[in-house]
């Protein structure tokens, strides 16, 4: 069973960046398809990015393509999210998930939360106007 630790958020201005990290522990990392979500006061979550398990292959929400990256680095069992241009409506608090899919193709990524299993504790992020 693996646990994720989040770290990286804070408070940005509008137009600025943040790196957020994801931390794994209890599990293969290379194992596990990645996946970020957010979830704003009084909404519901919402997919941000996902990433594959081998790295090679990663989706994202309309809402960020273009600003957002995610990343994977297999070696330091971290998933990285960076945003870049933030804007106000990016604000919320930024969870990150993990499903085991080593019986699935390495190519696999996973956009909904209710495929993930695993989920980090959140890490807030504002970004002022």
């Known amino acids: 069973q693996v646990q994720l630790v989040e770290s990286g958020g804070g408070l940005v201005q509008a137009g600025g960046s943040l790196r957020l990290s994801c931390t794994a522990s209890?599990?293969?990392?290379?194992?596990?398809?990645m996946g970020w979500f957010r979830q704003a006061p009084g909404k519901e979550r919402e997919f941000v990015a996902a990433?594959?398990?081998?790295?090679?292959?990663?989706a994202y929400a309309d809402s960020v393509k273009g600003r957002f990256t995610i990343s994977r680095d297999n070696a330091k069992n971290t998933v990285y999210l960076q945003m870049d241009s933030l804007k106000p409506e990016d604000t919320a608090v930024y969870y990150c998930?993990?499903?085991?899919?080593?019986?699935?193709?390495?190519?696999?990524?996973?956009?909904?939360?209710?495929?993930?299993?695993?989920w980090g504790q959140g890490t807030q992020v504002t970004v002022s106007s």
């Open positions: 998930a993990a499903e085991y899919r080593m019986l699935k193709p390495s190519t696999v990524v996973l956009i909904t939360p209710k495929e993930y299993d695993y």
């Open positions: 209890g599990g293969t990392f290379s194992h596990y398809a």
């Open positions: 990433v594959s398990r081998s790295g090679s292959s990663t």
